[in-house]
């Protein structure tokens, strides 16, 4: 059973980088498709981007000029780098995973909250 | 961009069924998925490639495909089914529908 964990800051002022990581245990890191998704406080999800460990990318047109996720198989992680962010970044962020590219979300970790304020 | 609608709502006594409704031009072409989220927790996927059930879900969710709308089906309703639920599908990036709450009488 692949178990996530998210790490990181829960602050991060405007115009800066949300950094987060997260970690992968009970699963291999080449055997999964590695997604983040976001949730607004009180509204939908939001599939921002996920990496294959070969290091193959996949991210959401509306994000993908300000997204870069990349994998650490090493460490069995992989992270996630928002840059430019203003208030509407503010969410759960949730590292997720599925067995394959663009189908189910099979695994989700607990989700963090990021807040994006001065 | 490719975009799945579902209703904001669906409200039902318990015992009865409740139908949620997905609608997107790709899902002739693309499977779909569906997510549980309760308050404060994690989406839990319930259905997969448009009918198939997880292990550990119970029987009573179900799902179907016609055309351009994929529908999620919990028959006889517990109160322990009150939660949003989501449906996603994919054309070259993921996409998540806005969210259905489903509310139990």
């Known amino acids: 059973q692949v178990q996530l964990q998210e790490s990181g800051p829960g602050l991060v002022k405007p115009s800066e980088t949300l950094s987060l990581t997260c970690t992968v245990s009970g699963g291999s890191i080449s055997s999964y498709y590695w997604s983040w998704i976001r949730q607004p406080p009180g509204k939908g999800l939001e599939w921002i981007g996920y990496?294959?460990?070969?290091?193959?990318?996949n991210y959401n047109p509306s994000l993908k000029s300000r997204v870069t996720i990349s994998v650490d198989t090493s460490k069995n992680q992989f992270s996630l780098k928002l840059s430019s962010v203003t208030a509407a970044d503010t969410a759960v962020y949730y590292c997720a995973a599925g067995h394959e590219a663009l189908t189910a979300i099979d695994y989700w970790g607990q989700g963090t909250l990021v807040t994006v304020s001065s | 961009s490719y975009e799945l609608t579902q209703p904001p709502s669906v409200s039902v006594s318990p015992g009865q069924t409740a139908r949620i409704t997905c609608s997107g031009d790709?899902?002739?072409?693309?499977?779909a998925y569906w997510y549980q989220q309760k308050p404060g927790q994690a989406p839990v996927l319930v259905i997969y490639?448009?009918?198939e059930r997880p292990s550990g879900i119970p029987e009573r969710f179900s799902g179907s495909s016609s055309g351009t709308t994929v529908t999620l089906t919990i028959s006889g309703v517990q109160a322990e089914d009150e939660a949003d639920y989501y449906c996603q599908s994919a054309d070259s990036s993921v996409v998540f529908g806005g969210g259905t709450k489903l509310t139990v009488l």
């Open positions: 490639k448009d009918s």
């Open positions: 990496i294959y460990y070969s290091g193959s990318t």
């Open positions: 790709a899902l002739p072409k693309q499977y």
